[in-house]
């Protein structure tokens, strides 16, 4: 019997937001988080981060409907980015007051440091830094396959009071 190709991706290519003013969102993502547009196509807008490479599209539709963005409806729930360390997550909090962006403090939490802050459309985004828990994690994952009962045994010893699946 041929064994079957695992298929897979690569990495994320982009992502891309739904907005209701193009121009208050332009200056938003350029003057915040120093994204460069590339490309305007009347509809859109593509800019790319210079450090990371990463693709941002925001897109006014025509006949688009709704109001601002909230994770409690079905579809995306928020969008992270990642930071260096905690400490450079402090440094975006001056920034974002700075700026005048909203956002929640910082939050230690059981796999990283994470902060929490919104654009013009209040579409959630976030910065993220790893802990030693989650280096720790990732490094586990990339030495090889993990399995659930590893994951389990992980969650267990490190004393993580993560939720539980509900029974389907």
């Given at each position: 019997m041929a064994s079957k190709l695992m298929v897979t991706f690569v990495g994320v290519d982009h992502v891309s937001f739904?907005?209701?003013?193009?121009?208050?969102s332009q200056h938003f993502?350029?003057?915040?988080?120093?994204?460069?547009?590339?490309?305007?196509?009347?509809?859109?807008?593509?800019f790319m981060h210079p450090e990371?490479?990463?693709?941002?599209s925001l897109m006014k539709h025509d006949g688009a409907h709704g109001g601002r963005f909230t994770e409690l409806?079905?579809?995306l729930d928020h969008l992270g980015l990642t930071a260096g360390s905690r400490e450079d997550l402090?440094?975006?909090?001056?920034?974002?007051?700075?700026?005048?962006?909203?956002?929640?403090?910082?939050?230690d939490m059981e796999f990283g440091y994470h902060l929490n802050f919104?654009?013009?459309?209040?579409?959630?985004?976030?910065?993220?830094?790893?802990?030693?828990?989650?280096?720790?994690?990732?490094?586990?994952?990339?030495?090889g396959r993990v399995s659930e009962s590893d994951i389990s045994a992980?969650?267990?010893d490190n004393n993580l009071d993560l939720p539980k699946p509900e029974d389907g």
């Open positions: 739904t907005v209701t003013d193009l121009d208050a993502y350029s003057g915040v988080l120093d994204f460069l547009m590339v490309l305007d196509v009347g509809y859109g807008r593509i990371t490479g990463f693709t941002l409806a079905t579809g402090e440094e975006w909090e001056h920034r974002f007051d700075e700026l005048g962006v909203t956002y929640t403090p910082i939050r919104r654009d013009p459309d209040n579409i959630a985004l976030e910065l993220s830094a790893p802990n030693q828990l989650l280096l720790a994690a990732k490094q586990a994952l990339a030495d992980f969650v267990e």
